[in-house]
């Protein structure tokens, strides 16, 4: 009998490495590698990158660096770079690091197994050459997983609108919708395996469809989702502001299963800036999609992403990013000072803000929105809330799961209740989470 081999998967970046990584441990355990999440004890480490700014891409390299030594200490170690900065990079990360054994870039995670065995016989090979669409809608990662109450279902791939400053069209491909029939199948199989709300997956979910004849729109398949017997909830991420239809906009007011919550960056409050960005919106027309929202769903919960420091931000186009914060009132937003990224547009266009200047407008944004999100926090205090019960808190002695509006409540209950709906009244606020107590009576849940 052979000895067992062991896997190490560490993921930087987004859900979609997320997925890539549970795709990456299915894959090679057919090839005898047992997942561990001790990486001393692998035999086989993989990096899973994200190259969206340079510092997420530096990263990569400080983790490399703590595996130099590892063959000495372990016969046969290998060591692989998959994911976005393995597909900006290439071959020249074998040639900067020596001691790298494999590379494989987003689109070619089926040839790992292949790649493995090359690197098992001393072959350093490199593979990261975009494949054709045909050939990826057989490939699309199906999330698999174990157990759970929750699970991401990947919906599209890639994104064809370079936004000015970023890299994902060039390491994630052109932009792919799945079969909704297949997606409509990992829907309801996960049911079956006791799945209760799904995560709709991409990078521009709600462009989904729009470039395949005869295809579901994206409204049209969160319609088909919803069909299905003993799916609770249905959410979705990221949307772009620019694809949000009316037909969407009428799933909130239609659709029950579909969360109150949404995930809709901005990026900027300043039409100036929007165009450099080639965002395709203006701040009026941004604003009139979250009027629209709320009004289809009263109390839908808003969260964001916002760059500051982008090439040519002035002070005046800052105020106009805060006083859209102010008009939104995000529930969470991510916030990030503009990183030149190589390939994209922007990266050629002068840099004109200061570093200083560039740290205090992200102080300011963040102290702000700590104060919205305790505000909003403590709007939750006193309200009923329909809770979809996860599992035990980390704690151990209270159960979590999230309210319609995505926030975290923990409580305390019996555990015959995870993967129910239960009616939970918040009693305290905290930075990232509430704390409630479990309803018996039967009252109406907001
Ligand atoms: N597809 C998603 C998210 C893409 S990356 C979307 O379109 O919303 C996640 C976030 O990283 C972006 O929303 C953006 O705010 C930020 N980001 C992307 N490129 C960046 C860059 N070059 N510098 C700083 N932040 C960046
Ligand atoms: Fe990047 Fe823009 Fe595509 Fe989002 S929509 S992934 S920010 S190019
Ligand atoms: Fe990063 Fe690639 Fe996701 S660049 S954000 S891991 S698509």
């Not at 803000?353 to 407008?361: F, L």
Request: net charge neutral.
């Amino acid at each position: 009998m052979t000895e067992n081999k062991y896997l190490y998967v560490e993921t930087f970046g987004c859900q979609m490495n997320v997925n890539d990584s549970e795709k990456i441990a299915t894959l090679l355990k057919d090839e005898g590698y047992l997942p561990t999440d001790d990486p001393e004890r692998a035999d086989l480490v993989i990096l899973n990158t994200c190259s969206v700014r340079a510092k997420a891409e530096q990263k990569v390299y400080g983790h490399l660096g703590r595996f130099k030594g590892a063959r000495s200490r372990k016969k046969g170690f290998l060591l692989g770079v998959g994911g976005c900065v393995a597909q900006q990079e290439g071959e020249r990360l074998l040639q900067k690091v020596p001691w790298l054994d494999l590379v494989f870039g987003t689109h070619n995670l089926h040839l790992l197994p292949e790649i493995v065995r090359a690197a098992e016989r001393g072959e350093r090979r490199a593979e990261v050459g975009f494949i054709d669409n045909e050939t990826r809608l057989d490939l699309f990662p199906e999330t698999g997983g174990e157990g759970g109450v929750t699970r991401f279902v990947t919906v599209m791939q890639g994104c064809d609108n370079f936004c000015s400053y970023c890299i994902v069209p060039y390491v994630r491909g052109r932009e792919i919708s799945r079969r909704s029939s297949d997606i409509i199948d990992e829907v309801r199989k996960s049911v079956a395996e006791g799945v209760k709300e799904v995560t709709l997956l991409g990078q521009n979910v709600n462009s989904y469809g729009l470039k395949t004849e005869g295809e579901l729109s994206f409204a049209g398949l969160i319609r088909r989702i919803a069909e299905v017997d003993g799916l609770e909830r249905i959410r979705f991420t990221t949307s772009h502001p620019k694809d949000i239809s009316p037909e969407l906009i009428a799933c909130f007011a239609e659709v029950p299963k579909l969360c109150g919550h949404i995930h809709l960056p901005a990026q900027s409050g300043s039409d100036a800036v929007l165009a450099r960005m080639n965002r395709g919106y203006t701040r009026a027309g941004y604003l009139e999609k979250v009027e629209a929202l709320r009004a289809a769903r009263p109390g839908i919960q808003f969260t964001g992403d916002m760059i500051v420091g982008f090439p040519g931000e002035t002070e005046e186009d800052f105020q106009a990013t805060i006083s859209l914060m102010e008009e939104v009132r995000y529930a969470d937003l991510f916030s990030f000072i503009y990183s030149p990224r190589p390939e994209t547009a922007a990266a050629g266009i002068r840099d004109t803000v200061s570093r200083k200047e560039k740290q205090s407008r992200l102080d300011r944004l963040q102290t702000l929105q700590q104060q919205m999100k305790r505000e909003r926090n403590i709007s939750f205090v006193g309200t009923r809330q329909l809770v979809l019960v996860e599992g035990v808190s980390k704690r151990g002695d209270q159960l979590y799961g999230r309210i319609d509006g995505n926030r975290i409540a923990n409580f305390a209950a019996d555990q015959s209740l995870i993967g129910t709906m239960a009616e939970v009244i918040i009693t305290q606020d905290y930075q990232n989470s509430l704390l409630g107590e479990i309803v018996t009576d039967k009252g109406d849940a907001r």
